[in-house]
């Protein structure tokens, strides 16, 4: 079984990659995969086209997890 140092609800700071500095509360752990959802970190634009006639495209946001050991506990 997996466990992580850092848990649902915690405050993290990011220690390295893009995000280096940022900080956020963790909403979601991944124990299997070793990862953290932190809330405002971790954004990625993906550009949607339309599906049907008539409807626009449009630009998705979405969170992506961080690996664990590039978070530190405040």
Known sequence: MNTLHIKKGDTV?????????KSGK?????????MV??????KRIKH??????GQAGQIVEKFHPLHVSKVAKK
């Not at 700071?13 to 500095?21: E, L, N, P, Q």
């Not at 949607?48 to 006639?53: L, N």
Request: aromatic share 4%; proline share 7%.
């Open 13 to 21: 700071t990011v220690i390295s990659g893009v995000d280096k500095g």
């Open 26 to 34: 963790v909403v979601r752990a991944f124990p299997k995969k070793e």
């Open 37 to 42: 959802l932190v809330e405002g970190v971790g």
């Open 48 to 53: 949607q086209k339309p599906r049907r006639a």
